[in-house]
């Protein structure tokens, strides 16, 4: 029997339990839950792995980028960032 056969005669496939199961503790414990649990898991993983690891994982996806969007997207960023630090000198 296929998942769509399934849930037409009122199971519930693992992705379908799962959307419903994260949007009702959405409902019940709101955005503050989900940054609370995040920030404490950032804080673990910086103790567990240090700051190496998000040096690495940083330059990866710098490369990651410059693949994909090519060098004129870090020129661009660069020429407003240095608009941005001029016009607070003034």
Do not use: N, P, W
């Amino acid at each position: 029997m296929s998942m769509r056969e399934e849930t037409r005669k009122g199971k519930m496939t693992v992705a379908e339990a799962g959307r419903k199961g994260g949007e009702k503790t959405a409902q019940t414990h709101g955005r503050d839950f989900y940054e609370e649990i995040g920030r404490k898991g950032g804080e673990k993983v910086s103790q567990e792995k240090g700051s190496q690891f998000y040096s690495e994982i940083g330059r990866k996806g710098g490369e990651k980028v410059a693949e994909e969007r090519g060098s004129e997207l870090f020129r661009e960023i660069g020429r407003k960032g240095g608009e941005s630090r001029g016009k607070r000198r003034e």
